[in-house]
């Protein structure tokens, strides 16, 4: 059967290779894809990024299955059109996407269903925003409402930077930006919520309306520099498993916030399907609460999961669009995967392009590989292929391994990654340390 990935990014290069691993799988087409997916022998890239375009596509080359990645698409219907002309789409509709679109939205939903998260209001107005912020003080968060590509939050550790984030995010003049922030604000809307306390942690979730199939726990690293120092980012690297996010954690997650959440969506009639990741806050006590909800896997944290994937994607992915997850459990290799992401010279606020890759290692084809090196921000070079894998964003690379222990995929994963080259490359050099005991 022929499968479609839509996005170019490391999220859909890692659930392009895993959905190629399985027997039932002829073909695996990635639109647009990125240099990684060039690459791969049992991949191809599709230059096509408009919904309907693609759609008109799919239907014409009897697209089995298609799964949409990043939030763009399903923030605009791309899972609406596509069923709509009878083609299987795993990813949440339009309405559903909502939960990431809107943090309006989804902070409304919360309340309404009695979901753990932090104390908030909704502003437009900048004016009774900057009096919020002056009322409840700092730390404070702020977040535009609106897809951000993961950047549109602020956590302000002073009023000074709450006011600023308020006028960037809700100014008139799309040019003021103190920050040097270089997001879309998404809208003139803002929501402010309290400052939580405690460890972050990825929880994701496969869900096909009704029933819900738990992804291996993970945490991502938000900050760009060492010991979560510096800007945040889309994310700098993850490991998968967890060990913050124990049984007990689990169990809290999937009692208080997920089934909640999908029996909520259901109530409201706007069933969820696709991947939900819910963005957790695990106090000291072992509560937990709701930082934000995306309707998609998350990226760094899909390379390290799929790493440890053991089930066949394909098959799993059909239940889920048959509404069938119930008679699904997903395997997971017992090994730990962890993932560095090798950012491009400046990132994340202006990230240079152009700069060219070497040392990258051959692909190799079993799917049984200990270490991957899974694309993102790359593009291949003139004469395709052959011609070499340049930098085209941000996020370039993420360098994933497995191994028996935190430590050793660590340290695996970093061996990997100094073979690598490209002019101004910057990563961290302590993921997982939250992870490795003293």
């Known amino acids: 059967m022929k499968v479609l990935v ?22 695996v087409y990635v639109a647009p894809g990125n240099g990684g997916t060039a690459l791969d022998a049992r991949l191809e890239n599709i230059a096509i990024t408009d919904v309907q375009t693609l759609r008109e596509w799919a239907l014409a080359e009897k697209i089995a299955l298609t799964v949409v990645g990043p939030e763009q698409p399903l923030a605009v219907g791309i899972v609406d059109e596509f069923r709509l002309h009878g083609l299987r789409v795993f990813g949440p509709t339009k309405a559903a996407a909502q939960l990431e679109s809107s943090k309006a939205f989804s902070k409304a939903f919360m309340q309404r269903h009695g979901i753990p998260t932090a104390e908030y209001e909704t502003f437009t107005d900048a004016i009774a925003a900057h009096a919020y912020v002056d009322e409840k003080g700092a730390p404070i968060v702020i977040k535009a409402d609106g897809l951000a590509a993961g ?39 803002v929501v402010i919520e309290e400052f939580l306390q405690g460890e972050e942690a990825s929880f994701i979730v496969m ?16 900050r760009l520099l060492d010991g979560d120092q510096g800007p945040n980012t889309g994310g700098m690297g993850a490991y998968s498993p967890a060990p913050v996010v124990t049984p007990t954690v689990h169990a809290r997650a999937m009692r208080e916030i997920i089934l909640p959440t ?13 991947f939900l990741y819910a963005g ?9 609460k709701t930082l934000e909800f995306n309707c998609r896997m998350g990226d760094p944290e899909t390379q390290p999961i799929m790493m440890r994937l053991k089930s066949d994607l ?39 392009k152009g700069d060219v890759i070497t040392g990258l290692p051959s692909v190799n084809t079993s799917g049984a590989e200990d270490t991957v090196v899974f694309h993102a921000g790359t593009a291949t070079a003139a004469g395709g292929a052959k011609g070499g894998v340049m ?7 993420c360098v994933t391994a497995m191994a028996s222990s935190v430590k050793e995929a660590q340290h695996q994963a970093y061996e990997a990654a100094k073979t690598i080259h490209f002019d101004g490359a910057q990563y961290r050099k302590d993921i997982g340390f939250r992870a490795i005991k003293p």
């Open 6 to 27: 839509v996005g170019g990014g490391g999220r859909e290069h890692a659930l392009a290779w895993k959905l190629a691993q399985s027997p039932k799988v002829q073909a």
């Open 151 to 189: 950047k549109g939050v602020v956590v302000a550790m002073s009023l000074h930077e709450a006011h600023e984030a308020i006028e960037f995010m809700l100014a008139p003049d799309p040019s003021f930006n103190p920050l040097g922030v270089t997001h879309n604000a998404g809208g003139a809307r």
């Open 207 to 222: 869900c096909d309306g009704k029933n819900v199939a738990a992804m291996a726990t993970s945490q991502d690293h938000k």
């Open 262 to 274: 999908i029996k909520g969506m259901e109530k409201d009639g706007i069933p969820f399907t696709g």
């Open 280 to 288: 957790l806050m695990i106090t000291p006590d072992g509560k937990v």
């Open 314 to 352: 394909f098959e799993v992915m059909m239940a889920a669009t048959s509404g069938k997850l119930d008679e699904v459990e997903l395997e997971w290799d017992r090994r730990v995967a962890l993932g560095v992401v090798m950012a491009a010279h400046g990132y994340p606020l202006q990230p240079r």
């Open 391 to 397: 930098t085209s964003g941000g996020r370039v690379l």
